[in-house]
């Protein structure tokens, strides 16, 4: 309930007494042509011995159902009758009834002016009673319009709090003492009255519940404020969602309609360089035919002439003059040379065989794209990443002058005494740090074993070599990627750096998907635990790189025997 001290929710009427009178006269006609029972207009109008008129039909069934207690009485006044009375049709009510149909009157509906289920009734009406329009807090009273006109015109009760009708007024009446509940226990957190907070809540935090109510309703303000700050929020977000939903419906369209065109566009390309490499094949099957077959009667021409020489060296050799014969054989017995291969050395199938290579290298390229699929997963075991192991050499042309290389340019060993390297373009100057030998691509796994403080790093051949931190040092920049492994790990990358938890080891795996965009670190014991993974776009080769921190025989080395464990 929502009231204020001393204020009444319903103002006054206003009506002139002219139209108050006039609705009320109406309202009155109205009733006193209606059955009570029915509600209707009197249908057979009957009246019995205590003066109240009812339609004849409803009475009967209303008197049949009092039968079994042999007493009857009015549904109104409720005053008994025995015997049951006779009933006589009221001749000229009936008359009047019908002359006043005649004028438009009409029944009023049921909850116009009655009260029915769930209506709250007037506690001062008698007999059928009507709606309650209010509900006094002071009387604990429900009230009609007619019953609630002293609420208004009457100086007594001019500070009555008067709200909806009720049907809870008793709530507010004390079970104990029977008084109405004015006061507030906050130590029990209940409405009690004047007696009750002198007797058993004597001692407690009380105060008047008009006050509690104040509170209340400030705190209750403070809620809804938020509350309703909530529903803002939710309904952005909800908003957000539809949007999104929206988006991937839009986009879920867009690639289906872009898959209907390219698949088309492609059909048209496949049929082009179908026809395109049967034309290929014919020609180059004409061209070898051709050469074939004009090797093939070179090779006949050299059979006959052998045939033929073959002859003639037969008919010299059955020769028995012997002058006639040395004087023929050196014209005879010369073997003349053929200037073509008896074979031909080159595999002709072999461009045929290519071709079909590439022709089902592509087929398996258009199915994994239409089909959907997607690249094998990342590995999570030591033996899975063993399947992308690469060899990793150290350039020598990259080391610091302080790092001296060993075991096949896999090793680096900080030594602040060692001589100067000759000039070299991609030489890091200022930075005790080294890249490897030939770019990275595709899936690549490889492990570093190290001493004390090392950096594990990848980085384009693009990174500065001398100038400022910024522009050379592993991790600093855009260029490169570095896991620092001191006495904690440090991720690093673009001048951003990330402290990682993990289990400390002496070896430290690196795995790369560079098409994929994946780069990941490792902590290598009996156990491979994750350090950190990245989820980029590689744009140039990747080059794998080393960081020593600065102190003498500290050392990292990329181990390509990786069957340690």
Known sequence: MTFKEGQNTLPKFKLSANVKIAQQVKRVDEMKFCCSICLDLLKDPVTIPCGHNYCMNCLKSF????DKKKIHFCPQCRQTFKPRPLLVKNTMLAELVEELKKTGLQA???????????????DICTGRKLKALKSCLVCLASYCEEHLQPHYESPTFKKHKLVEASVKLQENVCSRHDEVMKMFCRTDQKCICYLCSVDEHKGHDTVPAATEWTEKQKALSETRKKIQQRIQDREKDLKVLLQEVETINRSADKAVDDREKISSEMISIIKKKKSDVKQQIR???KTEVSRTKELQEKLEQEISELKRKDGDLEGLSRTEDHNQFLHTYPSISQLFESTDPPRPKINHLQYFEDIMAAVKDTRNKIEACLTG????????????FLQYSCEIVLDPNTANKFLVLSEGNRKITFDGNNKAYPQHPDRFIHSPQVLSKGGLTGRCYWEVEMSRDTSVAVAYKSIGRSGGLNERVFGCNDKSWVLQCGKSYNFRH???STCIKGPKSSRVGVYLDHSAGILSFYSISKATTLLHRVQTTFTQPLYAGLFLFGSNGDTGKVDNHLNYL
């Not at 009023?108 to 007037?122: E, K, M, Q």
């Not at 699929?373 to 899975?384: D, G, I, L, M, V």
């Open 63 to 66: 008197w049949d159902e009092e």
């Open 108 to 122: 009023s509906p049921a909850d116009h002016y009655f009260a029915g289920p769930g209506d709250v009734a007037c």
């Open 283 to 285: 020609s180059r099957q």
């Open 373 to 384: 699929n997607r690249p094998s997963p990342e590995p999570t075991t030591r033996a899975e």
């Open 494 to 496: 673009h001048n951003h």
